[in-house]
């Protein structure tokens, strides 16, 4: 019980839930989910450590990367909350956050290494191109 209260704490904040959202559907490392989310990278690398020590994340390196993804010894609670979430209405947050999720990997995944420059590139390229809310 006090294990499933620790998970449901971490997943309580806005940002930590977009991440792990993003996550569940691939690996990706701080640079991609910045381009994605357009949340800094202490923010980011923050809410990942703190879902990597609830046991919902796991990591490796590879490089000068830390690639991150979802656990698969993650607690049945976490399972079942983001079950609910996946199903996140068309226009809501997590849905346009994994719209651009599929944009980005379209179009800036073979950029080689992801810095900064990418980063701007990409929301830049998403601002221009995305359709302006009514």
Do not use: W
Not at 13 to 32: G, H, S
Not at 91 to 104: I, N, Q, T, V
């Amino acid at each position: 019980m006090l294990a499933d209260v620790l998970v449901l704490k971490t997943l309580a904040d806005e940002n930590r839930l977009r991440l792990l959202v993003l996550l569940r559907r691939r690996e990706l490392f701080v640079c991609q989910l910045m381009a994605v989310t357009g949340l800094s990278q202490p923010l980011i690398s923050r809410s990942l450590a703190l879902l990597e020590r609830a046991g919902l994340l796991v990591s490796r390196r590879q490089g000068k990367h830390v690639f991150y993804r979802v656990s698969p010894a993650m607690p049945a609670v976490a399972r079942a909350a983001l079950g609910v979430m996946d199903a996140a209405a068309p226009g809501s947050l997590l849905a346009r956050d994994r719209s651009s999720l599929e944009l980005f990997c379209r179009r800036f995944r073979g950029e080689g290494a992801c810095d900064m420059a990418v980063v701007r590139r990409f929301m830049q390229y998403r601002e221009k191109n995305q359709p302006k809310e009514t």
